[in-house]
């Protein structure tokens, strides 16, 4: 059984196809989609041995003619260098503007592919199969694609939607765990700025001495599980928020609820260190103590915010000394990081707060020895 979430953009609209075991059905959704032609593949090395011949061999039996290129897994190949071997790869199998490339795998893949899709020709269509838990819940949906450079995440993009999205839950069963965590702290985000039904479900499935994993282990690729239902619900968010507002005018912004610190952390860092998922954990604690300081969250809503990320096995706290490769992380750092964001304006950084879980304000600034003190106070 499928289920299918509409991101409503009029005629730019598309679906996003939420099911067990569809990843066959790529090739006729694509042909439903109005696609033809030539197809690049683009997946990484974890990726490609398990799903690439499933979807090499639908789109071909669907009259498409596929070709695949395998890329190093992790954060690091979201950058100039994988673009422009993308590009040369499109060059070489003569991609033409009536040809469409598919980004097979998490955000990293999903991110990169997009925006070579988005500039290739100037643009050429392209499909999103997400196969990890964050970029089945955001990534994939809503047309943000870009790559980091040494001076900031995502800080080169393009807004350029995709035709499909086809979410396989079965994909899950292969994720590691650290990374379905990771994943877990963007549904947790949906819970903070939209739903608070949602975030009350994530607890009750994190506590009683069984953790929200072990619940879902069993479940893991069911689309009547409990993360079939929370990966639609997530979906069926970012569909409404993108309807809103497609180009971050302003809504859409709360959808950056934990990331300006999560962005400067994982750059400071050095990206790969922390996962995207686990560096925005960090940053949602930080966004959810600045949002008691400024906005009248209680504390004790912060610390549920807290808890729960800490029982979904995610990072909460800066790491000690030994923590990282490179050592602490150093406010100076982090701060010169924010001061390059996409949020930042005339050098102040802007910050999503939360007022009460299930509501929250972007484009919020933040006095500076605030944003210090709080750091402070998370760090070891
Ligand atoms: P990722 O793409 O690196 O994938 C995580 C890891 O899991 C990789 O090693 C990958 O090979 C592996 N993997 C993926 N699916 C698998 C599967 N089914 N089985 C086994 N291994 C699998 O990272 P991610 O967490 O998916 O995405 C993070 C990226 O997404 C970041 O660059 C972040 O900036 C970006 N992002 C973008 C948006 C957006 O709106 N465009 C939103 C949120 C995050
Ligand atoms: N993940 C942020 C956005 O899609 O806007």
Redesign the pocket.
């Known amino acids: 059984m499928t289920h299918d979430v509409t991101v409503d953009l009029g005629d730019r609209s598309y679906p996003i196809r939420i099911g067990s075991g569809i990843l066959d059905t790529l090739g006729d959704a694509c042909k439903a989609a109005g696609l033809t032609g030539r197809c690049l593949i683009v997946s ?4 490609a041995p ?2 690439a011949d499933t979807v090499f061999q639908t789109l071909e039996k669907a009259g498409f003619d596929p070709v695949l290129e395998v890329l190093p ?3 690091p ?2 950058c100039q260098a994988q673009l422009m071997n993308l590009y040369a790869k499109a060059a070489e199998t003569r991609l033409d503007r009536k040809c469409f490339m598919v980004a097979l ?7 990169l592919t ?1 925006f070579a899709a988005a500039s290739w020709l100037r643009g050429i269509q392209f499909v999103q199969v ?3 838990l ?2 089945m819940v ?2 994939s ?2 047309g ?3 790559i ?1 450079i040494p001076a900031g ?2 800080l080169v993009g393009a807004f350029h939607q995709p035709e499909l999205v086809m979410v396989d839950l079965d ?6 765990e650290r ?1 379905l965590a ?2 877990m702290s ?1 549904v947790v985000k949906y819970g903070v700025i939209w739903d608070e039904e949602l975030f009350q479900s994530l607890e009750a499935g994190s506590t009683g001495g069984q953790s929200f994993f072990q619940c879902s282990e069993k479940n893991r690729g069911a689309d009547s599980g409990c993360l079939g239902k929370i990966i639609s619900k997530c979906c069926e968010i970012k569909a409404e928020v993108v309807r809103q507002d497609e180009r971050e005018g302003g809504l859409r912004g709360i ?1 950056n609820f934990g990331h300006t610190l999560g962005h400067a952390i994982e750059n400071a860092a050095g990206y790969g260190e922390y ?3 686990e560096a925005v954990a960090i940053g949602m604690v930080y966004a959810a103590r600045l949002s008691v300081a400024l906005k009248g969250l209680l504390v004790e809503e912060s610390d549920r915010i807290e808890n729960l990320l800490a029982a979904l096995a995610l990072p909460v706290a800066a790491p000690g000394p030994q923590g990282l490769r490179r050592g602490r992380l150093a406010w100076s750092d982090l701060r010169a990081a924010m001061a390059v964001d996409k949020k930042t304006v005339g050098g102040l950084p802007k910050f999503v707060l939360a007022d009460r879980i299930g509501h929250v304000d972007f484009g919020c600034e933040v006095p500076e020895e605030l944003m210090e003190e709080v750091w402070n106070g998370i760090g070891q």
């Open positions: 990484d090395e974890n990726v398990l799903y897994a992790g954060e190949t979201k795998g998490g955000g990293v893949i999903g991110d997009g997400p196969t990890s964050l970029a955001d990534s949906v809503g943000k694609t870009g980091n995440k995502n994909t899950l069963k292969t994720l590691p990374e990771a994943g963007e959808l996962l995207h998922g």
